[in-house]
């Protein structure tokens, strides 16, 4: 009965909080179903874990990337094991902070976990500047996804490509505007690295997440936008706004068609953000293993698979040292930038 309450509670929530998650919750049901009386959290695990309800606090608010992957992953490993894993949307206020501050009030035992993104690390570390380093006091569980963003302009801007682009802005230093979803977010250190590379000067307006910068993009009072492809792919396809390129390196096999922003006049150019799990350092060790192993599992299923290119997301299947270099890597990228552009994220 437990696990039949947690695939309804699932299904709902998917289904009623991110539009792609009506299909993934249809496509997996079938699937969740046969598991159901083959239900067996893993043998040996510190405790017998999970022996009571395991909290997942989701640091954004409902509807968006993060929180659809959070409830996807573990709603299908507490299918798998049998398991109740109680989902809650922890306020975005401070950029995530209260979520970490939450997470790390509560002991190291594995029945509180973390589900966030890259630019929740790095405003915490630059922007709220927080006491303690992010990389020490959580321990890595899973990498959800690669997260690159999207580059688009005003449909209105006589711009068609990066090399217009970039050609208008130097014709006009500091008059164009790039709207960001909030100070020190991956899509405001994205601008900023376009800015370094290009040879550009375009402002930063931070906005309180992705939706009123896109809004005021396409009404034309900012001129360019980075954010992700949920946000800003309907947009480009409905004529709304115009795609510029994408900030990985390399083409991503869910989007093959939108090019990169290196390879269209930015060499070299490349920003890439994270969505994922982490706990607070001290959870035993094999606990993080079996959920990194279950959660990596669950991204390479086929149903899982093409809900995520519907929404152009590419999975990341990244054990838990792999993901913890990850997490350096893309904090050292944003400390460069921060001092290259002396950047003040307050």
Avoid at 29 to 34: H, V
Avoid at 227 to 254: D, E, H, Y
Avoid at 318 to 341: D, P, Q, V
Wanted: hydrophobic share 45%; aromatic share 6%; proline share 6%.
């Amino acid at each position: 009965m437990q696990a039949i309450a947690t695939r309804s509670r699932f299904m709902k929530l998917t289904a009623a909080l991110c539009p792609a998650g009506i299909a993934l919750a249809t496509t997996l049901i079938a699937t969740l179903t046969a598991g159901l009386a083959h239900a067996q959290k893993p043998p040996g695990l510190p405790g017998g874990y999970p022996a009571k309800p395991v909290r997942v606090v989701i640091g954004t608010a409902p509807g968006g990337s993060t929180d659809f992957l959070g409830r996807m992953v573990y709603g299908k490993i507490a299918e798998k094991w049998g398991a109740t894993f109680v989902m809650e949307n922890v306020s975005a206020v401070a950029g995530g902070v209260v979520a970490l501050d939450q997470v790390l009030k509560i002991p190291a035992d594995g029945y509180t976990l973390l589900v966030c993104s890259g630019s929740t690390f790095q405003g915490a570390m630059y922007t709220h500047k927080v006491t303690y380093d992010v990389r020490k006091v959580f321990a890595p569980i899973v990498q959800f996804t690669v997260s690159p963003l999207v580059m688009a302009t005003s449909s209105e801007l006589p711009v068609n490509n990066i090399k217009e682009l970039i050609a208008l802005a130097k014709s006009k230093p500091g008059q164009l505007n790039i709207a960001t979803s909030g100070i020190g977010s991956s899509a405001h250190l994205a601008g900023e690295l376009f800015n370094l590379m290009a040879g550009v000067e375009m402002v930063s307006i931070p906005y309180k997440g992705v939706g009123p910068g896109v809004t005021d993009t396409i009404a034309g009072r900012t001129q360019v936008t980075f954010g992700t492809s949920v946000a800003l792919l309907p947009q480009i396809r409905a004529g709304k706004l115009k795609l510029m390129g994408i900030t990985s390196p390399n083409r991503m096999s869910t989007l093959p068609d939108v090019p990169t922003i290196a390879e269209s006049g930015v060499p070299g150019y490349a920003y890439i953000g994270w969505i994922g799990s982490v706990a607070r350092t001290g959870v035993p060790q094999p606990i993080l293993e079996a959920l990194n192993r279950e959660g990596v599992a669950i991204l390479k299923s086929p149903e899982v698979q093409k809900a995520l290119a519907a929404d152009g997301s590419q999975a990341a299947y990244a054990n838990t040292e792999e993901f913890r270099e990850e997490i350096a890597t893309a904090l050292a990228r944003a400390e460069r930038l921060i001092k290259e552009r002396n950047l003040v994220l307050n």
